[in-house]
């Protein structure tokens, strides 16, 4: 890349030549697009590759990935911050995109269920799920795999029954009695321990 701020170059390689480095905080710039001073650039690198549009200030960042991007895994299930189904991973760690805006996360590395995969191979976390049929309607699925990751980042690849219903607290299923998403994450936990 060149030596130049990583929002001008995206928004260079778009054709916006007017574009100036935009040196405010995420709050400074969300209160000057919330003034309707201006549309913002966001740019972030998204499943390995950096993705960069101008959006509205109110944009959420579940919708700068499935509106801008295309990246439909990622669902809305309740837009309150209560189901999960929104989960993605931003530098690392799984939150809730439908209650964040997407300007907020300028320069970030973001992670959706879409990026997960080695080429062919799924990931262990997606295999799991597979095999294991943690899944009946598979709406909560990608979430609950995004979530699943987190946790054993946080809690280690040995992974009691307790300890995964807790941490599934985030996540709701409407359809399954979670039995089978919970062995899922045992085994997917396991079968990502480094060999
Ligand atoms: S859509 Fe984000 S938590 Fe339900
Ligand atoms: S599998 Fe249908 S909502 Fe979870």
Same mark, same amino acid.
């Given at each position: ?22 040196? &405010? ?39 700068? $990935? ?41 320069? &970030?590395?973001? %992670? ?15 295999? &799991? ?5 943690? $899944?009946?309607?598979?709406?909560? %699925? ?16 040995? $992974? ?36």
């Amino acid at each position: 890349m060149p030596l130049i701020g990583r929002r001008s170059w995206a928004a260079r390689q778009l054709g916006f030549s007017e574009f100036r480095e935009d040196t &405010a905080s995420p709050l400074e710039r969300a209160a000057n697009v919330a003034q309707g001073m201006h549309m913002p650039i966001v740019s972030m690198t998204v499943n390995g590759a950096l993705r960069s549009a101008e959006v509205e200030g109110r944009t959420l960042l579940v919708q700068f $990935l499935r509106d801008y991007l295309h990246l439909t895994g990622t669902h809305v299930g309740c837009d309150t911050s209560q189901c999960g189904a929104c989960t993605v991973h931003v530098d690392g760690v799984a939150i809730k995109s439908c209650t964040a805006l997407a300007v907020a996360f300028d320069g &970030a590395v973001v %992670t959706t269920i879409e990026g997960l995969q080695d080429g062919e191979r799924l990931h262990p976390m997606q295999q &799991a799920f597979h095999e294991n049929h943690g $899944l009946q309607c598979g709406f909560c %699925t990608p979430g609950m795999i995004m979530s699943a990751i987190d946790m054993v980042r946080r809690c280690g690849h040995d $992974l009691d029954e307790h300890t995964i219903r807790r941490q599934l607290d985030g996540n709701l299923c409407r359809c399954t009695g979670y039995h089978n998403i919970v062995l899922a994450i045992r085994s997917g936990a396991a079968a990502m321990r480094p060999r």
